[in-house]
């Protein structure tokens, strides 16, 4: 892992060099600060330009790879029909396709009716913890606790850890920013970039992204690929930059680099 200039400059002449570029991208902390409200989160202005500047490349793709569901993951970014980005929504088991729309993979319907059940039984044994929010998602539920004090988040966990296990042990658990997401699909966002590959037919990767969900496709990563953190813990990324601004010079750079290893 590096954060040096020396190595960031290496890292990213060599994917710039690649025959067909894909840039995907977390959101969340990413590009956008995290929100107490989470639907209140929009791109820094800076990293909207630079997202621009990446499309605009030469042979790039940029593909948005969240925890959100496709239709909030649309609505937070901005997204509209004649968008040029693809979309991995719910972790890699919803897309959006430019050109063909909306994509998902095929589900039960006693899924749908479990996880109803499960959300609302969440939602009852958290209702006496002040600042809990249970998030409705398409296959699963997140419980948020980033306005709640530390004992009642411990307890909002605790209570929906032993309601899943007790009645969905299957179901996948991951944990984020002030978040404990459940679900249904056991997709992640390491195979949500094998898919974005395969669509694209990208010959080298650039995925980036702030949080514990995003290690399994940082991990994910071949050694054409290129992984960046945005922050300071442990890591599998490639190399680190310390914030948003911060990433969204490091596209700038890509942008330009891109542009000219192509002229």
């Known amino acids: 892992m590096s ?73 937070i970014a901005e997204h509209g029909d004649d968008s040029p980005l693809l979309l991995a929504g719910s972790h890699g088991a919803e897309f ?39 998030e409705p998602k398409r296959f699963g539920f997140g419980v948020h606790t980033r306005k709640s004090t530390p004992a009642d988040a411990a307890e909002a966990n605790r209570l929906v850890d032993a309601l899943v296990a007790s009645e969905a ?38 995925f980036a992204g702030d949080d514990i969900t995003d290690e399994d496709a940082l991990k994910s990563l071949g050694d054409a690929d290129l992984g960046v953190h945005v922050g300071s813990r442990p890591t599998a990324a490639t190399i680190c930059v310390p914030d948003i601004p911060a990433m969204a010079d490091l596209l700038a750079v890509i942008a330009a680099e891109r542009s000219r290893a192509r002229e």
């Open 169 to 206: 042990p299957h179901w996948r658990r991951r944990t984020g920013h002030n978040i404990v997401e459940y679900a249904f699909r056991h997709e992640g966002k390491d195979s949500a970039i094998a898919e974005l590959r395969e669509r694209t037919d990208a010959s080298a990767v650039v």
């Open 96 to 134: 959006w396709i430019p050109g063909e729309g909306a994509l998902t993979h095929a589900d039960d319907p006693g899924d749908a009716a479990l996880r109803d059940e499960l959300r609302a039984h969440a939602e009852q044994a958290t209702a006496d913890l002040a600042g809990v929010w249970i």
């Open 3 to 75: 954060s040096t200039a020396d190595g960031i400059s290496v890292a990213v002449a060599r994917v710039a060099a690649s025959d067909r570029l894909l840039v995907a991208l977390d959101f969340d902390g990413t590009l956008a600060p995290l929100e107490d409200e989470p639907m209140d989160a929009r791109m820094l202005p800076a990293a909207r330009a630079a997202v621009d500047a990446v499309v605009a490349a030469p042979d790039t793709l940029v593909a948005l790879v969240s925890g959100r569901s496709l239709s909030d993951l649309r609505i």
